[in-house]
């Protein structure tokens, strides 16, 4: 069973739309992080979410982690193709350090 | 500044045999983790180091991986001996701390193909 459950699992879109994906879990986390990654590369950090409720801009993404701090989603206004990638959330929960990371969004933009 | 390095980039080994990742992270990072990244899946925590201690290797698969840190800075990950299974990307992160909320910095992974 995985801690983190990430939707959609694909999305392939045209340049110019908007999207949204998803990053669920029964458990509370003390913070989530979102990833990008390429093919052939590891994984890149992007942002960091603390506060529940908390909601933080990076250019066209914007990330919010839920009130109870179990969710968190990522939406990305006008897509690129350079958007395209494997968007991965991770976490740590119940006091852990142990970070855990979801399965992935693989999203791919068309020009 | 330098990013974590790792090498080899790709393996293809058979099976039984044997295998070894080396990895150094940025200079100055504490935090050391190595992960299996199968296909299709987010990346699995095999073992974190703390400096030259392991904080946590409660997913890694003793009878036939292991994994050290000796002085601290770079480390290697050896499998022996190799199933079909192992068939993965192995990543090497390292963080400046130690924490949930530490931004971890990856290498681009070693590509392992069992035969």
């Known amino acids: 069973t995985q801690l983190l459950e990430q939707s959609p699992q694909f999305l392939s879109i045209q340049e110019g739309e908007n999207l949204t994906v998803y990053c669920n879990s029964s458990s509370v986390f003390s913070s989530l992080q979102w990833y990008r990654q390429e093919p052939g590369e590891g994984p890149v950090l992007l942002v960091t979410v603390v506060t529940g409720g908390e909601v933080k801009k990076l250019k066209r993404l914007t990330f919010q982690f839920g009130d109870a701090r179990k969710d968190s989603s990522l939406h990305i206004t006008a897509a690129q193709p350079g958007d395209t990638g494997l968007y991965l959330c991770a976490g740590a929960s119940g006091g852990s350090y142990i970070p855990t990371f979801g399965r992935g969004t693989s999203l791919i933009v068309h020009p | 500044e330098a990013g974590v390095a790792q090498s080899p980039r790709y393996k293809i080994i058979e099976k039984r045999q044997s295998v070894a990742f080396w990895c150094n992270p940025i200079s100055g990072h504490a935090t050391l983790y190595w992960y299996q990244q199968i296909l299709g899946q987010g990346p699995k925590l095999l073992i974190q180091?703390?400096?030259?201690?392991?904080?946590?290797d409660s997913q890694l698969p003793k009878d036939r991986f292991s994994a050290e840190r000796l002085k601290g800075v770079d480390s290697t990950l050896k499998i022996q001996p190799a199933k079909l299974e192992d068939s993965a990307v192995y990543l090497c992160?390292?963080?400046?701390?130690?924490?949930?909320?530490?931004?971890?910095?990856f290498g681009d992974g070693t590509r392992l193909s069992i035969l």
């Open positions: 180091f703390q400096n030259n201690g392991v904080v946590d």
């Open positions: 992160a390292s963080s400046l701390g130690y924490g949930a909320n530490q931004p971890q910095h």
